[in-house]
Nanobody, 117 residues
């Protein structure tokens, strides 16, 4: 059974950095585009970034240049390096095989990121 487990969230000051990880079990990771999305309080879930099997990446405009998505296919692990964090990055971050549409794909339980002085 496919399972995704995020970790690495926490409280950080503006301008700080965090590294999120997503450990995948099952067979889906080796064949799937993987991505991150986030949901801030009172807002809809939004796509943040994704990475293909071959390593091609794409980012939302709001995070481009600050966040870096990567994957280690040997370890079945997805990463999101977040730098220059802003208060508006505060959200629950989810990894998924379908980060564009929460109705489909496999999803983790989410990890909270709070950016505050």
């Amino acid at each position: 059974q496919e399972q995704l487990v995020e970790s690495g969230g926490g409280l950080v000051q503006p301008g700080g950095s965090l590294l999120l990880s997503c450990a995948a079990s099952g067979s889906i990771f080796s064949t799937a585009t993987m991505g991150w999305s986030r949901q801030a309080p009172g807002k809809q879930r939004e796509w943040v970034a994704h990475i293909t099997i071959g390593g091609n990446t794409n980012y939302a405009a709001s995070v481009k240049g600050r966040f870096t998505i990567s994957r280690d296919n040997a370890k079945n692990t997805l990463y999101l390096q977040m730098n220059s964090l802003k208060p508006e990055d505060t959200a629950v971050y989810y990894c998924s095989t379908n980060p564009w549409d929460r109705r489909f794909g496999y999803w983790g339980q989410g990890t909270q990121v709070t950016v505050s002085p």
